[in-house]
């Protein structure tokens, strides 16, 4: 299975090039002027990222989960360096290509009921801005422009654009600073127990009338804690949206692709969202592409003589050629090989291998769905220091908040994984 998949030679060693960059980057998420130096990469094969001091480290992360068939993957680098010699990229508008149309059919059959039509984007957030642009358009072409906010939930994130951070928790999340600055949504608890679920019917029967839709991550909240919840709450949304009238709108950046088990966490639920967003792991991991794909009713309201009632949007990297070959690549590797089966294997064991994190008096709570395994603290008092200690155990894991995750490749093999939640249990239990 991982023919031709092994280490090629990585670029040079870091001479001047991370001293002279660094005085030149910017970093994601990162207070410049304390945060350690990024470690500096030189290559990656399977789930291993190679470092420029020749330290290998076995990855936890799949890059912000997007590589879920590991590093390098030969099928996919193929595809893009064929693409690349025929046409990396031409604007989508006027003109379409193979690698689009063919992977917008490949999405609209693998998503449920008529979730059929595919925007293409460059990034997960973007995604979101789209599919709020698309509500609130759906409802102003019906003649009801006054729907104009959404429901949100606390914990959630939806990305870092100003539309998606207006829909990510207001109060507890990086966002906060901006919360009196951004549109105003209506942001409540999941409706998961008696109390919060009156709460929200309570909402929306005072609200809807001003409401387009309600936007969730379906089953688990990555980015605002790795939170999961039942799949019962999203029947109720269904439920909820439908008798008031709303969009429901399904954030499956984090969880489209088998990271929960199944290919869209929806199917857990038996739901099928108005719209759905997704990123990520579409491209394996190799280039940025994001997809935000509606129902036909919604597409039906843009359906006019009437060239208002168009959707304005157009990135001009949208449907990039390359990205796209990369997303029909990773989509065959879903079909070929047994990733669901793998998703199960990984799930069986992160769940045994993070058990002992119990009975160390920090951890609130260890969790495992699917691919993902969290192990929640009371609290991490030097985020920074953590990760340091993970590289000293040869392993790339990234806590944030107060938890500390895996959410390894699917290709990953059970050695190791094994390496992986045993640094989890001994970094973690040497926390004091
Ligand atoms: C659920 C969810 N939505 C949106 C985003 C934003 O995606 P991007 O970072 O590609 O803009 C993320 C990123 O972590 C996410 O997890």
């Given at each position: 299975?991982?023919?031709?998949?092994?280490?090629?030679?990585?670029?040079?060693?870091?001479?001047?090039?991370?001293?002279?960059?660094?005085?030149?980057?910017?970093?994601?998420?990162?207070?410049?002027?304390?945060?350690?130096?990024?470690?500096?990469?030189?290559?990656?094969?399977?789930?291993?990222?190679?470092?420029?001091?020749?330290?290998?480290?076995?990855?936890?992360?799949?890059?912000?989960?997007?590589?879920?068939?590991?590093?390098?993957?030969?099928?996919?680098?193929?595809?893009?360096?064929?693409?690349?010699?025929?046409?990396?990229?031409?604007?989508?508008?006027?003109?379409?290509?193979?690698?689009?149309?063919?992977?917008?059919?490949?999405?609209?059959?693998?998503?449920?009921?008529?979730?059929?039509?595919?925007?293409?984007?460059?990034?997960?957030?973007?995604?979101?801005?789209?599919?709020?642009?698309?509500?609130?358009?759906?409802?102003?072409?019906?003649?009801?422009?006054?729907?104009?906010?959404?429901?949100?939930?606390?914990?959630?994130?939806?990305?870092?654009?100003?539309?998606?951070?207006?829909?990510?928790?207001?109060?507890?999340?990086?966002?906060?600073?901006?919360?009196?600055?951004?549109?105003?949504?209506?942001?409540?608890?999941?409706?998961?127990?008696?109390?919060?679920?009156?709460?929200?019917?309570?909402?929306?029967?005072?609200?809807?009338g001003s409401l387009a839709g309600i936007i969730v991550e379906p089953?688990?909240?990555?980015?605002?804690?790795?939170?999961?919840?039942?799949?019962?709450?999203?029947?109720?949304?269904?439920?909820?949206?439908?008798?008031?009238?709303?969009?429901?709108?399904?954030d499956e950046i984090f969880t489209g692709f088998g990271r929960t088990?199944?290919?869209?966490?929806?199917?857990?639920?038996?739901?099928?969202?108005?719209?759905?967003?997704?990123?990520?792991?579409?491209?394996?991991?190799?280039?940025?592409?994001?997809?935000?794909?509606?129902?036909?009713?919604?597409?039906?309201?843009?359906?006019?003589?009437?060239?208002?009632?168009?959707?304005?949007?157009?990135?001009?990297?949208?449907?990039?050629?390359?990205?796209?070959?990369?997303?029909?690549?990773?989509?065959?590797?879903?079909?070929?090989?047994?990733?669901?089966?793998?998703?199960?294997?990984?799930?069986?064991?992160?769940?045994?291998?993070?058990?002992?994190?119990?009975?160390?008096?920090?951890?609130?709570?260890?969790?495992?769905?699917?691919?993902?395994?969290?192990?929640?603290?009371?609290?991490?008092?030097?985020?920074?220091?953590?990760?340091?200690?993970?590289?000293?155990?040869?392993?790339?894991?990234?806590?944030?908040?107060?938890?500390?995750?895996?959410?390894?490749?699917?290709?990953?093999?059970?050695?190791?994984?094994?390496?992986?939640?045993?640094?989890?249990?001994?970094?973690?239990?040497?926390?004091?």
């Open positions: 299975m991982n023919d031709g998949w092994q280490k090629t030679e990585g670029s040079a060693a870091p001479g001047e090039w991370l001293a002279q960059g660094l005085a030149h980057v910017w970093l994601p998420y990162a207070q410049m002027k304390t945060a350690s130096p990024p470690l500096a990469v030189t290559g990656t094969h399977g789930c291993r990222i190679v470092l420029a001091d020749g330290r290998e480290l076995i990855d936890g992360i799949a890059s912000w989960w997007t590589a879920c068939h590991g590093y390098n993957h030969p099928h996919i680098r193929d595809a893009v360096i064929r693409q690349a010699g025929i046409m990396p990229h031409v604007m989508f508008g006027g003109l379409a290509h193979e690698p689009a149309l063919t992977l917008a059919c490949r999405l609209a059959a693998l998503l449920p009921g008529d979730l059929d039509r595919v925007f293409f984007s460059d990034s997960g957030s973007v995604a979101v801005e789209i599919a709020l642009k698309m509500a609130l358009q759906f409802w102003r072409n019906r003649g009801e422009g006054r729907r104009s906010r959404f429901v949100t939930f606390q914990g959630s994130y939806h990305g870092d654009t100003t539309g998606a951070m207006a829909v990510s928790d207001p109060h507890d999340s990086m966002h906060a600073l901006f919360s009196g600055l951004l549109p105003q949504h209506v942001n409540v608890a999941l409706p998961e127990d008696e109390e919060s679920i009156a709460a929200l019917a309570a909402v929306l029967e005072r609200e809807a089953l688990v909240q990555g980015a605002g804690g790795m939170r999961f919840h039942h799949p019962d709450v999203l029947r109720r949304l269904r439920r909820l949206a439908d008798q008031h009238g709303l969009l429901l709108i399904f088990g199944s290919t869209f966490a929806c199917e857990q639920a038996g739901v099928t969202p108005d719209i759905i967003t997704l990123s990520k792991a579409l491209t394996g991991g190799t280039l940025p592409l994001a997809a935000t794909v509606a129902r036909t009713p919604i597409f039906e309201a843009f359906w006019s003589d009437d060239p208002k009632q168009a959707l304005m949007h157009g990135p001009t990297y949208m449907a990039n050629a390359l990205a796209c070959a990369a997303a029909n690549a990773s989509l065959d590797l879903f079909a070929r090989e047994p990733r669901l089966a793998q998703v199960r294997a990984i799930s069986d064991q992160l769940a045994q291998g993070l058990a002992p994190c119990r009975g160390i008096c920090r951890v609130k709570d260890v969790r495992v769905l699917g691919a993902i395994g969290v192990v929640e603290l009371d609290r991490i008092d030097d985020v920074e220091a953590l990760r340091r200690r993970f590289v000293e155990e040869g392993v790339f894991v990234r806590p944030f908040g107060s938890v500390v995750y895996l959410t390894p490749a699917f290709t990953i093999s059970e050695e190791d994984l094994g390496r992986l939640t045993e640094a989890v249990v001994k970094v973690v239990g040497d926390i004091r």
